[in-house]
């Protein structure tokens, strides 16, 4: 089992960025794969982003399209969510997932594709 924490969460105001991070620890013998999803009030958890274990491969979902940037550190067992140009619909608890994998550029991206999961940080843009 995968444990993971996430950091980085706060409020900004529309236009700000903010910086997203997932630890991984625990037993990790496999590749996996890193995910981002967002749920704000009322809504469905929604899919962000995810990275292959190889880093070769990125997805994000069409409205963080060129304002997120998505990246991993395997020697730190980290993964980073860069978030510019926030806008107040960007605002949700953000939750870091993980899911083993035996190949090195396999890519997920919905949420019961997941088995591990952090806590979630909140992210509020101001307009």
């Given amino acids: 089992q995968v444990h993971l924490v996430e950091s980085?969460?706060?409020?900004?105001?529309?236009?700000?960025?903010?910086?997203?991070?997932?630890?991984?620890?625990?037993?990790?013998?496999?590749?996996?794969?890193?995910g981002w999803f967002r749920q704000a009030p009322g809504k469905e958890r929604e899919f962000v982003a995810a990275i292959s274990w190889s880093g070769s491969k990125i997805d994000y979902v069409d409205s963080v399209k060129g304002r997120f940037t998505l990246s991993r550190d395997n020697v730190k067992n980290t993964v980073y969510l860069q978030m510019n140009s926030l806008?107040?619909?960007?605002?949700?608890?953000?939750?870091?997932?993980?899911?083993?994998?035996?190949?090195?550029?396999?890519?997920?991206?919905?949420?019961g594709d997941f088995g591990s999961w952090g806590q979630g940080t909140q992210v509020t843009v101001s307009s």
């Fill in 8 to 34: 980085g969460g706060g409020t900004v105001q529309a236009g700000g960025s903010l910086r997203l991070s997932c630890e991984a620890s625990g037993r990790i013998f496999f590749y996996y794969v890193m």
């Fill in 87 to 111: 806008r107040p619909e960007d605002t949700a608890v953000y939750y870091c997932a993980a899911r083993s994998t035996t190949a090195r550029d396999s890519l997920y991206s919905t949420a």
